[in-house]
């Protein structure tokens, strides 16, 4: 059984690549077309639905979204935890029009994707040079404010693939921008993905991701100096929020790892759990708004 596995692994794995291509490969053409009409902004959301389609469709993968509303109010920015390959799907489904992502600026280079991303407003970073990166993101935030776009950014900086209930460390140029704008962060916990994809136990399951959209936190009233602590409050919040939402539940088309059994039983319980606190438990517009709290005590 674990050779077949690994078989549907490497397998689902090379068409999730040639997926890749063919959106990158869509994208660049969608990209010309909007551009050419004056709609480029457009662009990356009708990519993005194509990857979403494609993972429902093909691999058997869908997203749940809870309080999709709170994407209604541009602009703003976008901060999401970031796992596996699996993101660029789940972002598809969860991306909203007039939004565009950062990405290191070696994507730019890689064909159809890459064609893509630059094709449709992309905002390259260079993480060896610091101040062309700041550049890039001072003009896309004056892009955001002038025409009320969104940008979506990953905290953590890069993939975690963890298979905990946690987050990295955030990195704070997300928090930066913000203040310096003076525009909400609209934090978005997605499930753990470890159960449905994960290189080292070869497994590409299908299943359902979770995805919850939490309530947008001003900075109107945010303090320079006080951006480490408030990115803190902010990831303290997503980790607790995703200790609620759990593991992506999966469906397994061959013997379940062991390690992945662990993780549904962890999943289990941590539903439990929720159940027998959630007299107790505050929510998470509740939580958002302690944050906002933190910041106007820091005034």
């Known amino acids: 059984m674990y050779l077949l596995r690994g078989l549907i692994y490497y397998s689902r794995s090379t068409l999730a690549a040639l997926v890749l291509c063919a959106g990158g490969l869509y994208g660049t053409v969608a990209s010309i077309l909007f551009t050419l009409v004056g709609k480029q902004y457009l662009a990356q959301w009708v990519t993005a639905r194509f990857f979403y389609y494609a993972m429902a469709i093909v691999f058997g993968i869908d997203v749940k979204v809870e309080n999709e509303h709170y994407l209604d109010n541009k602009p703003f920015i976008i901060v999401a935890n970031h796992q596996s390959a699996l993101d660029i799907f789940m972002l598809g489904r969860v991306f909203p029009k007039g939004c565009t992502v950062t990405a290191k600026k070696s994507l730019k280079y890689i064909p159809f994707l890459g064609w893509f991303m630059a094709l449709s407003g992309t905002l390259f970073l260079e993480r060896s040079n610091r101040a062309k990166s700041v550049a890039v993101l001072n003009r896309g935030l004056e892009n955001m404010k002038k025409k009320k776009r969104a940008l979506w950014m990953f905290a953590e900086g890069t993939r975690s693939y963890t298979t905990e209930l946690t987050m ?4 704070k140029g997300a928090f930066h ?7 909400p962060i609209v934090p978005v916990v997605v499930s753990n993905t470890s159960t449905l994809m994960n290189p080292k136990w070869k497994i590409f ?8 959209i939490l309530k947008p936190i001003p900075t109107i009233d945010l303090k320079k100096e006080d951006i480490g602590k408030f990115s803190e409050d902010v ?16 469906i397994c088309d061959t013997d379940v790892p062991p390690e992945v059994k662990l993780l549904e039983r962890r999943r289990l319980e941590n539903e439990d759990s929720n159940e027998s606190d959630s007299s107790e438990a505050l929510s998470s517009e509740n939580s958002a708004e302690r944050v906002t709290n933190t910041i106007k005590e820091f005034k």
């Open 205 to 212: 399951n299908r299943g359902c991701i979770n995805v919850k």
């Open 235 to 250: 990831r303290d919040l997503m980790v607790t929020e995703l200790k609620k939402i759990g593991y992506s539940t999966y």
């Open 177 to 183: 921008l913000a203040q310096q704008g003076g525009i």
């Open 168 to 171: 990295l460390p955030f990195k």
